[in-house]
């Protein structure tokens, strides 16, 4: 399976950016499906996790920084996974990237074995 994320750029504080991340090789509703992202300097943390669990339910989970800002959602006809960020922050900016896993551990880096290249955000003060 192939990943291949998009959609970052700069941006004020306060505004929003859609990250894009199109899976290939394989149906995407069969994985988890998360976003890490690395700051600067920084080790590369969750941000945020879908999964469904042998229904047509997602489930979704999403680290405590960005609870309430960012929404993780997924359109399987497309095979894509979306990550809208809202009310951004500079503390936001790092490179973000998509994973696929089989795991159900979905905070996990290391559960994660397929990444996609990463998007750079920005966010300006």
């Known amino acids: 399976v192939q990943l291949q994320a998009s959609g970052g750029g700069l941006v004020q504080a306060g505004g929003s950016l859609t990250l894009s991340c199109v899976v290939s090789?394989?149906?995407?509703?069969?994985?988890?499906m998360g976003w890490f992202r690395q700051p600067p300097g920084k080790e590369r943390d969750f941000v945020a996790a879908i999964w469904s669990q042998s229904s047509s339910t997602d489930y979704v989970d999403y680290a405590d920084s960005v609870q309430g800002r960012f929404t993780i959602s997924r359109d399987n006809a497309k095979d894509t996974v979306y990550l809208q960020m809202n009310s951004l922050k500079p503390e936001d900016t790092a490179v973000y990237y998509c994973?696929?896993?089989?795991?159900?551990?979905?905070?996990?880096?290391?559960?994660?074995?397929?990444w996609g290249q990463g998007t750079q955000v920005t966010v300006s003060s």
């Open positions: 090789g394989r149906t995407s509703s069969r994985y988890t």
């Open positions: 994973a696929a896993s089989y795991s159900t551990i979905v905070r996990t880096r290391s559960d994660y074995a397929c």
